[in-house]
């Protein structure tokens, strides 16, 4: 059974970091690409970014565009987030989730990815 567990959400301050981690189980992690999805109160769950199988390919959406990145380490299993320069509107539930399908290229539509974890809160103060 695959499990996901987010960890490394927290409350900071505008312009802030934090580091989120996804620990993964159950599946061949090295052969799925991952993504990382949020969503605020009374919105939509919204893309973050996505990264290959490999780790050689990654995609954000813009709003997050030079502040966060994405990153793998198929040893441990884990996929990260790197969040600076944090903003108010990056307030929300962060969830991670593994691709429906093996290899290929980095996809952000919710619809690809099939196991989700159970998401960690990200509070950003003004």
């Known amino acids: 059974q695959v499990q996901l567990v987010e960890s490394g959400g927290g409350l900071v301050q505008a312009g802030g970091s934090l580091r989120l981690s996804c620990a993964a189980s159950?599946?061949?992690?090295?052969?799925?690409?991952m993504g990382w999805f949020r969503q605020a109160p009374g919105k939509e769950r919204e893309f973050v970014a996505a990264i290959s199988w490999s780790g050689i390919s990654t995609y954000y959406t813009d709003s997050v565009k030079g502040r966060f990145t994405i990153s793998r380490d198929n040893a441990k299993n884990t996929v990260y987030l790197q969040m600076n320069s944090l903003r108010p509107e990056d307030t929300a539930l962060y969830y991670c989730?593994?691709?429906?399908?093996?290899?290929?290229?980095?996809?952000?539509?919710?619809?690809?990815?099939?196991?989700w974890g159970q998401g960690t809160q990200v509070t950003v103060s003004s």
């Open positions: 159950g599946r061949t992690f090295s052969r799925y690409g």
């Open positions: 989730a593994v691709r429906r399908s093996m290899y290929g290229n980095t996809v952000v539509g919710i619809n690809e990815y099939d196991y």
